[in-house]
Nanobody, 118 residues
Framework: QVQLVESGGGLVQAGGSLRLSCAAS????????MGWYRQAPGKQRELVAA???????NYADSVKGRFTISRDNAKNTVYLQMNSLKPEDTAVYYC????????????WGQGTQVLVSS
């Protein structure tokens, strides 16, 4: 089993920045992919950014150029640096870890709220 604990959410004005962190514990040696999803009210959960154990990344088109995902394998922690935030980035952000690819079965964190005011 893998446990994920997110931190770093909060309220920020449009144009501001936040950094989310997600620390994994438990059977972390089995993890390959880590990343972030988000879910806004009334919308489906969507993939925001993912990173493999080797450092390969991919991003949703809506956040490219504004968000950066990074990973510290020694600390079993993944980060999401969010810059130039927009009101439409408002959502609950969830960390996910998977043994293979992020879109497959995996482990979820409890979520952290990001609220961007206009």
């Amino acid at each position: 089993q893998v446990q994920l604990v997110e931190s770093g959410g909060g309220l920020v004005q449009a144009g501001g920045s936040l950094r989310l962190s997600c620390a994994a514990s438990g059977s972390t040696g089995s993890i390959n992919a880590m990343g972030w999803y988000r879910q806004a009210p009334g919308k489906q959960r969507e993939l925001v950014a993912a990173i493999s154990s080797g450092g390969s990344t991919n991003y949703a088109d809506s956040v490219k150029g504004r968000f950066t995902i990074s990973r510290d394998n020694a600390k079993n922690t993944v980060y999401l640096q969010m810059n130039s935030l927009k009101p439409e980035d408002t959502a609950v952000y969830y960390c996910k870890a998977a043994r293979t690819v992020l879109r497959g079965p995996g482990y979820w964190g409890q979520g952290t709220q990001v609220l961007v005011s206009s």
